[in-house]
Nanobody, 126 residues
Framework: QVQLIESGGGLVQPGGSLRLSCAASGRAFSNYAVAWFRQPPGNEREFVAAINWRGDNSYYARAVKGRFTTSRDNANNTVHLQMNSLKVEDTAVYYC???????????????????WGQGTQVTVSS
């Protein structure tokens, strides 16, 4: 089992950048694929990005492709989401999630991921 804690959220102006982190505790985190989801106010949770266990394969939602990059540091049990060129519509609570299927990146269904963090708020506003 693994526990996940997100950090790095905050208030940023449109066009700005933020870097979210997902710190994991528990056994064998390097064997888990990790995804990022977000939940805008009044909307359902939606897929953002995912990275496989080795960190050599990733997948992005169309809305963020080219602006967001996910990476991982297995030595430090951490996954990051670098968010650039932020837009007002990126405002949401961002969650990291993990699955024991190590090589999946393209599964966008929240139900596929067994482990979730508590979320971190990202607000993009001028």
């Amino acid at each position: 089992q693994v526990q996940l804690i997100e950090s790095g959220g905050g208030l940023v102006q449109p066009g700005g950048s933020l870097r979210l982190s997902c710190a994991a505790s528990g056994r064998a985190f390097s064997n888990y694929a990790v995804a990022w989801f977000r939940q805008p106010p009044g909307n359902e949770r939606e897929f953002v990005a995912a990275i496989n266990w080795r960190g050599d394969n990733s997948y992005y939602a169309r809305a963020v492709k080219g602006r967001f990059t996910t990476s991982r540091d297995n030595a430090n049990n951490t996954v990051h989401l670098q968010m650039n060129s932020l837009k007002v519509e990126d405002t949401a609570v961002y969650y990291c999630a993990a699955t024991t299927v190590p090589d999946v990146v393209a599964n966008t269904d929240p139900g596929f991921y067994a482990y979730w963090g508590q979320g971190t708020q990202v607000t993009v506003s001028s």
